[in-house]
């Protein structure tokens, strides 16, 4: 009995040897591929972990702009799909949003254009050469919500230039005044009401060469606002007293008859905001358009002769002699011509 037994311990003690063994094998590979396993998806985790990191980055600015406290505009109206214009002549188109208790919802107006017809950020439209562009109207914080019209400009028909002998016969309170040969149009002078003579082409081909010299160098011009007849500048100079009041109003736009557009010779460039005169643009046109016959009409720092706030936008044409000699005296216009600039009633 016992001799048989023996060699049946030994077996028994050598197959729970050979099966802790295996265990410990298989506890090895477990652990191997636990640990194999755990590293794939700590990479996966920390992969997903940036994905959302960085999706939630790229939303917040979204997200930032509709969770303001203004509610979102939900859709862009313009009252006009198609309108046509003549070159220099400008309009404003009304644009209604949804929902109505959005309070000055802020709007983008862009052209496909520029060359053909330019708008200004407060939607004023302006035929610059025959053609056709289409204008959009967009929700800033919204670019689902928008409107588009399309502008046609035909060639002007007709228009009296300061040459031609029709200014002469002036009905209302103003005459043309030229001083030196320039013509002055401040808050002194003012331009008859029916004076409509369009965007002066001289003027304009010196624009043009201006921005074609200034996109060889990588820069671009283009008019926001050029030519605006006595009634669009009526239209307008009411709507910014009705926002601001007459004497905020007064610092920043002309009186109907009063304002440079209105003689064609004067152009806003680019955007109508005090961020234009830090732009490489702003500081290109600065330096060089007395070159093309251009002065910075309302200089910084000339606030109470112009009686205008510094506009670097706005440049007036007064061709290359006069603009550079008043470039180069440092003074503004109305120093250089020894004028004022004050309404009348003031
Ligand atoms: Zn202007």
């Known amino acids: ?38 590293m794939e998806l700590g990479t996966d985790a920390e992969r997903t972990i940036t994905t959302v990191i960085s999706n939630s980055e790229n939303s917040y600015g979204t997200s930032e702009t509709i969770s303001s406290s203004k509610p979102p505009v939900e859709a862009v109206t313009a009252e006009a799909k198609t309108l046509s214009l003549e070159v220099g002549e400008s309009t404003v188109v009304s644009v209604s949003v949804e929902p109505k208790t959005v309070e000055n919802p802020k709007l983008v107006y862009s052209s496909d254009n520029e060359a053909v017809a330019s708008v200004d950020q407060t939607g004023e439209i302006v035929g610059i050469a025959p053609g056709t562009a289409k204008i959009s109207v967009t929700a800033e914080d919204n670019e689902a919500a928008t409107a588009q019209i399309t502008v046609t400009v035909c060639e002007k028909e007709g228009g009296s230039k300061p040459e031609s002998g029709n200014t002469s016969s002036n009905e209302g309170s103003a005459e043309l005044t030229y001083i030196d040969g320039i013509l002055i ?162």
């Open 1 to 38: 009995m016992t001799r048989k037994r023996r060699p049946k311990r030994r077996l028994k003690g050598k197959a729970v040897l050979f099966f802790l063994m295996l265990l410990l094998l298989v506890g090895a590979a477990v652990c191997l591929i636990c640990g194999w396993i755990f």
């Open 185 to 346: 149009v401040n808050k002194t002078y003012a331009l008859p009401e029916d004076y409509a003579p369009g965007v002066d082409p001289t003027a304009k081909a010196a624009f043009d060469e201006m921005a074609a010299d200034a996109a060889e160098e990588g820069l671009n011009l283009y008019i926001s606002s050029g030519y605006r007849s006595y009634e669009y500048q009526a239209g307008l100079y009411d709507r910014y007293v009705a926002r601001d009041g007459q004497e905020v109003a007064d610092t920043y736009s002309a009186r109907p008859g009063h304002s440079e557009h209105q003689t064609g010779l004067a152009f806003d460039l680019n955007t109508i905001s005090m961020d234009f005169a830090e732009t490489a643009e702003g500081i290109w046109v600065t330096e060089h358009c007395h070159e093309y016959g251009f002065i910075i009409r309302y200089p910084s720092g000339k606030e109470d002769v112009t009686g205008y706030q510094y506009e670097p936008w706005h440049i007036r044409y007064l061709g290359v002699e006069t603009a550079t000699a008043v470039w180069e005296s440092g003074l503004c216009l109305e120093e250089y011509l020894n004028i004022t600039s004050v309404y009348a009633e003031e």
